[in-house]
């Protein structure tokens, strides 16, 4: 399967709009690395959510370790990795990273 940015673009705007129709309070993570929504409820946070188009060897590390670093700075145990079609789990030191399919994002 052959995608562009402009599809990674695409579907992070789809999250976008849906958490902006769910969530009062969306912002932005920065420090060493990125990720795209930190979601908080009353000033508490709820959800932190990397999206990404397809996940593969070129971008794992860059996506799950911005991912990381946001939970771990929010102290958070669990994050979610959202891509097109692909589904996955990955625990490790009382951490969970949900990789879920951006059609069972919008439906949960």
């Known amino acids: 399967m052959s995608f562009t940015?402009?599809?990674g673009r695409k579907l992070e705007n789809c999250v976008y709009q849906h958490l902006r129709r769910t969530s009062h309070e969306l912002f932005y993570f920065k420090e060493k690395?990125?990720?795209d929504f930190l979601?908080?409820?009353?000033?508490q946070i709820k959800q932190v959510?990397?999206?990404c188009y397809q996940l593969n060897d070129?971008?794992?590390?860059?996506?799950?370790?911005?991912?990381l670093e946001?939970?771990?700075?929010?102290?958070?145990?669990e994050g979610l990795i959202v891509t097109l079609e692909q589904?996955?789990?990955?625990?490790?030191?009382?951490?969970?990273?949900?990789?879920v399919k951006l059609w069972d994002y919008l439906m949960d």
């Open 5 to 7: 940015d402009d599809d």
């Open 39 to 43: 979601v908080f409820e009353n000033n």
């Open 58 to 67: 070129e971008n794992f590390d860059r996506e799950y370790q911005g991912l």
């Open 87 to 99: 589904e996955d789990e990955f625990e490790k030191d009382g951490i969970t990273v949900k990789v």
């Open 70 to 77: 946001a939970m771990q700075f929010f102290n958070v145990n």
């Open 33 to 35: 690395r990125e990720c």
């Open 49 to 51: 959510v990397q999206v």
